[in-house]
């Protein structure tokens, strides 16, 4: 099996940088959730030079402290939405901008499950060469689609069906889109979601505008210009979008999850703040790592308000949502 395969549009390197964190999480002390292919697509893409795998080399890398902040961030986005799938129970998933996530190779699934990922067709032709030997835990159905543009026919053309509830996802997707892209994107969802459907939203423009630089240069560091890949243009905020339409959202901080999952800021510190001046523009083959700037700071908790995760759950026509 032809295993080194680029990855062509830039967008993708993002899951990448995901990917890596996952392996890390799997490969080190009391993981959060075992993800074995995550290593696998950094060896597949050919970049296993740039992007660690264990924690091993983390420790030898130039950056421990801001790669070990990211895991941290990243294993319990991980484990939290794979308990959200599991909580929800419901047989039909739509994950959105899936990139590497394999929830559906690694989660137990209801009996007739049908999962759906979309994401580019480069990252899914990608990723599928890597899962060729795999077998999913569910239906699974790659939808190959750009999400700024009419992916609820593709969806339906998949076999999704509006009539059964539905557990949605879109992890790490919002800040690549325009806000029309995604005020449209859940205005979609609404639309195609029957009364049982929950949404789970991470990660929006706002995070991204208020997390730490160091967090950003961390991500800048394996040659991701993360800055220039996000929209933090203004935009209705996705939980006053979803409740306007009669949903109920239910909010969770990185301190909440910290504490549930038994993983502390103060061993990982990474701060949410208002934005600061960030000029790192690294791409691979550059310096790793500008000695000038500062470690992984320890300025406390993020703010109030910030959203980790927000969980949203469309009501049955009998019942009042609080
Ligand atoms: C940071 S990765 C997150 C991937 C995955 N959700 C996870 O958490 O591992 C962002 C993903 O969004 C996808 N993406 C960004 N903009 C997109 C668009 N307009 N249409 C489809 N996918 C998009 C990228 O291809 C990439 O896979």
Request: charged fraction near 30%.
């Amino acid at each position: 099996m032809e295993k080194h395969i680029n990855i062509t549009t830039e967008v993708d390197v993002t899951a990448l940088v995901v990917a890596a964190t996952r392996a890390i999480e799997t490969n080190g002390d009391d993981p959060l959730f075992k993800d074995h292919l995550a290593a696998e697509f950094i060896r597949a893409a050919g970049v296993a030079d740039v992007f660690p795998v264990t924690p091993e080399q983390v420790g030898q890398s130039d950056n421990p402290e801001g790669i070990r902040a990211l895991v941290r961030v990243a294993a319990l986005r991980t484990r939290f939405l794979d308990d959200y799938f599991a909580e929800a129970g419901l047989d039909q998933v739509v994950i959105l901008a899936a990139g590497l996530d394999t929830r559906a190779f690694r989660l137990d699934w209801p009996a007739g499950c049908t999962l759906f990922e979309l994401d580019h067709g480069s990252m899914m032709d990608f990723k599928q060469k890597v899962l060729d030997q795999e077998r999913a835990t569910c239906d699974r159905r790659a939808v190959s689609i750009d999400l700024r543009t009419d992916w609820p026919d593709a969806l339906t053309e998949a076999g999704f069906d509006p009539e059964r509830p539905t557990a949605w996802l879109a992890e790490g997707l919002l800040p690549f889109l325009p806000p029309a892209a995604e005020e449209n994107l859940f205005d979609r969802i609404h639309e195609l979601s029957a009364a049982g459907s929950t949404v789970a939203v991470w990660a929006t423009a706002q995070d991204i505008r208020g997390a730490d630089q160091n967090m950003r240069r961390t991500i800048t560091d394996f040659g991701v210009d993360i800055k220039a890949m996000t929209n933090t243009e203004p935009r209705q905020d996705a939980r006053e979008r979803l409740t306007s339409l009669g949903w109920k959202v239910t909010e969770s901080t990185m301190d909440q999850l910290g504490e549930r999952y038994r993983r502390p800021q103060r061993n990982h510190p990474v701060t949410f703040s208002p934005l600061n001046s960030d000029g790192g523009r690294r791409r691979h083959g550059d310096q790793p790592h500008d000695k000038r700037r500062p470690t992984a700071d320890t300025r406390g908790p993020e703010p109030p308000g910030f959203h980790a995760a927000l969980l949203f759950r469309k009501g049955r026509p009998a019942e009042r949502l609080p």
